[in-house]
């Protein structure tokens, strides 16, 4: 009997060591997957935090922020997408250096009244700077991009050996 208890305990053991290897794989793909869209904001001095603060967020996720985008690719072109709700397109610059495009801009926070409390926010205001990496060099000078309903599109022909410059967004 003791012996059937020993092999259950090994089978039960090496189960649940299977089973976590895979739990824990999974979540380093997630992380890995999803690590390039996790940006974090950052205030100007010259804002006061104060209207933060009174915010109910965890202190430590209050100024990260998902921007979701893809990157897309065909025989002739790259095409980025970027989720940035809530933003003016004066407030973004987009410049491509090498096969690294480059996303900076700032999240303005609006307060509607002044005699409001927020409990609670999932949203992040600042400054911001995301850096997505490219499958290949893109022809800066022909680049475009465009922003509408909340999604920033730049269409990037692609072209071996190009320097870095900012693209207007139209």
Not at 50 to 55: D, G, L, P, R
Not at 92 to 111: A, P, S, V, W
Not at 139 to 145: I, S, T
Request: with cysteine.
């Amino acid at each position: 009997m003791m012996n059937a208890l020993n092999h259950a305990r090994k089978n039960i053991s090496h189960g649940l060591s299977r089973t976590w290897d895979h739990i824990s794989e999974g979540w380093h793909e997630l992380v890995h997957q999803s690590s390039g869209a996790l940006t974090h904001f950052t205030h100007r001095k010259d804002e006061e935090d104060k209207e933060h603060a009174e915010v109910g967020t965890l202190p430590a996720f209050r100024n990260w922020s998902i921007l979701a985008g893809e990157v897309e690719e065909t025989d002739k072109e790259m095409m980025v997408r970027v989720e940035m709700p809530g933003m003016e397109k004066k407030d973004c610059h987009i410049t491509i250096d090498g096969n690294m495009l480059y996303l900076r801009g700032e999240k303005h926070f609006e307060r509607t009244t002044s005699d409001s409390t927020y409990h609670f926010t999932e949203r992040a205001y600042g400054v911001f700077q995301r850096t997505i990496p490219l499958p290949c060099k893109a022809d800066a000078d022909h680049a475009e991009a465009s922003y509408k309903n909340g999604v920033l599109t730049v269409r990037l022909p692609k072209l071996d050996g190009e320097q870095g410059r900012l693209i207007p967004i139209s």
